[in-house]
C-alpha cells in the first residue's frame, strides 16, 4: 500500500475513525496494531511472519538480557538475536548477489534463487537490531508487553522505509493518549501535504525525465545527462524525503513523533556535514551501532578512517545487493576520510571540535565540491551496471559530446522552488533553533499553543529533541486560505500522473 | 499567560474570533483561486468557448502551446490552420490522421500541412493543405468523412497518415466517432460512436466550465486521473469467461480492410503515409505493423509509403528527438516539430511527383 494511493487514503481514514471510536488509550494501540499488520500484509500476508518471527526472538531475547546478571549469557542471547535478525536480511537480500559472484569468480553454473525481497525489511531489521543492542547496553529496559512491542516493530508510518525509530524514541511515547485532535490533524496533515507535494509534484515529474535518460544514456548529449544526474539528486531527495514527511505527518495525526530522517542536505558544505543532513536516523544508526564499536575516531588517523570507510561501505550495501552501491559506499567513505583528514588540527593531528570561521567566497566553493562530488557518487547509485555509471561519466566529462540535446523544463521549474523551499527552512531554523541545544523544535500555531499548558505528553504538538520545524501555515487567516488553495490547486493539477513507486522500498 | 514553552517564541494573545479567522481563511481561497483563473488563462483554452470560426486552443501538457482551427465540420476541432496565405488556384491536399494530425503541441507553422505547403511553394508547385485530426481514431473516421470531404473540398490527393495504433482496436471497440466490424471476407460495416452534442442543462454547464481556465482545467486533469486509473491491468477473467472473443479475431483484418475501405472512400486521390514510433532510437528496420501495410497497399495497388528512412536519417544526422516535448518524456507523446518536419518532407517528396 503506496502513501500517494488511494487505498491508503482509505486505509487511513478508516484507521484515524477508528481511533476516534476507541475509548482506552490500549484499544487504540491495539487497533494500531492491527492496522499495520494489515498494512503489511496489504503487500503479501506471509511476509507477515517474517516480521512476527524476529520480532518474537527479539522480544524474549532482550527479556533475557536484561533478566540475565551473567555477561557471557547476555552476550549469548544478543548472538542469537543478531544472527536471525542478520541472517533473514542475508537470505532474502543478499543470495542471489553472493552467487552470482561465486559463479563469476568460480565459473560454477548456479541457477538464479526466486527470492521476493521483503518490503522494509532492512529498514526494520535495523529497527530491530538497535532494540537488542540497546537493552544489552543497559540503555533502555526492555519491553515486556509482547503487543507493544509488536506495535514498535509493525508500527505501520514507517514500517517499510523509514524513519528508523529506535525503541528509546518510540517506546516512551506509548503514553500518549493516541486520540486524534484538530491540532495534531492540522500539523500532521501539512506535513503530510508537503510530502505529498515532494513526491508528486517534484519526484515523479523529474522521474519523467531521469528513467529514460538513465536507461539510455548513450542516446543522449552531456548537457542532458548532466541535467538528468541534478534532476535525479533531486527526485531522490524529494523522493525519500516526502515518504519521510508523510510518514512523520502521519504518525504525527496519530500521535507519535517519529525522529526527522532530513535536514537540507543540499545545503551541505562538506561531507560529514552532508552525513549529518541526509538520511539522518541510518547515518545516525551506522554511527552508533558500527562506527563507534569499531572505535570510532579514537584510535587514531588510520584507523578512523578505515573505520569509515568500513562503516559507508557496510552503509552502501544496506541499500542493495549490487557492486554500484558498495562503489557509491566507497566513495562516499573515501571523501569521508579525505574530509576528516583536511578538518585535522595540523600541530595535534587530531580533528578541530569546532570549524575555522570561514568567508562567503570559501562556504559557496565548499558547498558547491559537495554538491558535484554527491551528484557524481549518484551516477553509482542510481546506474544499472558499473559500464552505464562509465558511459555517463564519459558523457559529463565531455569525452563523448555526441547525443540529442533535451531541455526538461520542469526540472529548471523545479529549481527555484527547491530553493524558495531551502530559504525558508533555514529562517525557520535560525528562528526556532533552541541556543545551548542541537534539537530543532516544533513551534506551534497560535491556535494550538494552548495546548501545551498543564497536558504533559498528551499532544505530539509538545516540543521535544525529536520534532522538527515545519513552517506552518498561518491558519485560519486570510494568507493562511490564499497559500493553502494554491497549494492543493497546483498539486492537484500539475503532479504526475504516474505514480511511481518510492525509490526507497527496493531498499 | 504566555504558555509557550521556553525557546519557542511568544505569540500575541489578542486573537481575533475564531469565525472571522474562517470567514477570511475562505475569503483568501476564493481570491487565490481567482488570481490562478487569471494565470491559467494564458496557457489554458478551450474548444467549446467562445464558439467563432477560428477556434483558439492552448495546453500546456505537450509543450506550451496556441495553435488555430477553422471549425468546418471535420476533425475534433476543425482544419489545423498552416500559418501560410492561401495560394491562388494551388490544388488542395487533403491530410487525416489521429491526435498526430491535430497537432495541438506545436505551432501552425511547425504542422505537417506548413511545412508540405512550404516545401511545394520552394520547390514551385505551390498546394493549400487542409489537415484534419481525430482524437484517437483509425480508418474508420476517415472512410466515413470521404463522401463530405471530397465534395466540399474536391482534393487533388488525401493523404491519411497512419501508425501502429491504427491496427488494432482502436479500429474495433476502442476509437472514438467511428468503428468497424470486419467480416472474414474484408467486407465491413462502419459504426457510429459520436457522442452527440449536449442539449439543455448539460450544455449550459459545458459552456460555463469552458468560460473558465481553471475550470476547465480542473476537468481535464479529473478527465486524466481518471484515464491514468483505468489503465490498470484489469483482473483476469474467470474461466467461465474464457469464450472465444469476436473482436480479437477481427483485429489481423483491420490492416487489409482499412487499406480496402480507404481505396473505396477516396480512389486513386489516396496516398497512406506510416509513420513508426520512433522514441529515443529509431530502427531502421521495418515493424511488424508496417510491413503487413506495405503488404496490403501492394494487394490493393494503393500508394504507401513509410517515413521510416527519412526519420531514421533525421535523428542519426542531427540527434533531434522527434518525439516529446519540453515538458514530457524525452521521446514520448507526439510528434515534435522536427518529427513534423522529418514526415512531412517524406510526404511533400512522394506527392510533388504526384502533382502537375
Known sequence: ???????????????????????????????????????????????????????LIDYVCSIRIEDSDSKVARRRWLLFSLITNLGLLAYFKYTNFLLDNMAALFKWQIPYVNILLPIGISFYTFKTLSYTIDVYRREIPACRS?????????????????????????????TRSLRPSLARAMVGSQVVLLGVTKKLLIADRLAVMVDPVFANPAVYSPFTISSAIVAYSLQIYCDFSGYSDIAIGVSKIIGFDLPENFNMPYLATSLTDFWRRWHMTLSGWLRDYLYIPLGGNRHGRLKTYRNLMLTMLLGGLWHGASWNFVFWGFLHGSALAVNHWWTRDRRSGARRTAPKPQGPLMLVVKWAATYIFVCVA????????????????????????????????????????????????VIAQSQFHVPGSSHRRCPAPHWATGLYAGNGGRFALKPSGVAGIYVLLPLPGFWGGALLALWLLAVFLFSSLRTAPFIYFQF | MNSSPPGIPSRRLDKPPQARLWILTIIGALVAAVLLNFVLGFFIAGWNYPKTPIRTIRQLTEGTTTSHFLADGFGTYGNRLTGNPPAPNAPIVILLGDSHLVQDAVPDSDTMGAVIERQSRADGKPVNIRQYGWYSTAAPTYIANAPLLLKSFDPKLVVVVLNSTDFAREALTEGWYWQMRINPDLTFRLV????????????????????????????????????????????????????????????????????????TAYGARLLIAYTPFCRQTCDPAPDEGEARLLDACRTEAVNCISTRADMVAEMQSTHHLLRGFHNTAPGEGHLNRFGLQAVGTAIWRRISSELP
Open chain 1, 146 to 174: 509482547l503487543w507493544r512491542y509488536a506495535m514498535f516493530v509493525t508500527y505501520f508510518p514507517e514500517l517499510v522505509a523509514g524513519p528508523i525509530v529506535r525503541a528509546s524514541v518510540f517506546l516512551p511515547q506509548m
Open chain 1, 378 to 425: 549518484w551516477v553509482f547509485f542510481r546506474s544499472r551496471s558499473f559500464d552505464t555509471s562509465l558511459l555517463i561519466l564519459r558523457k559529463i566529462s565531455w569525452l563523448d559530446t555526441s547525443g540529442a540535446t533535451f531541455f526538461y523544463s520542469p526540472l529548471f521549474a523545479v529549481i527555484p522552488l527547491v530553493v524558495v523551499g531551502h530559504i525558508l527552512g
Open chain 2, 192 to 263: 457510429d460512436v459520436r457522442t452527440p452534442e449536449g442539449t439543455g442543462r448539460l450544455a449550459q454547464v459545458r459552456d460555463f466550465v469552458g468560460r473558465s481556465p481553471l475550470m476547465l482545467s480542473l476537468r481535464r486533469r479529473a478527465v486524466l486521473i481518471f484515464l491514468a486509473g483505468d489503465e490498470a491491468p484489469l483482473p483476469p477473467r474467470p474461466a467461465a469467461d474464457h469464450a472465444p472473443d469476436p473482436i480479437q479475431a477481427q483485429v489481423p483484418l483491420v490492416i487489409p480492410a482499412s487499406v480496402r475501405g480507404l481505396k
Open chain 1, 1 to 55: 500500500m503506496v502513501f500517494t494511493s488511494f487505498a491508503f487514503v482509505k486505509f487511513l481514514a478508516v484507521v484515524l475513525l477508528g481511533l476516534w471510536l476507541m475509548r482506552t488509550r490500549a484499544l487504540r494501540q491495539m487497533l494500531i496494531l492491527v492496522a499495520s499488520a494489515f498494512f503489511y500484509a496489504y503487500w503479501k500476508p506471509a511476509y507477515l511472519l517474517l516480521l512476527m518471527i524476529p520480532s
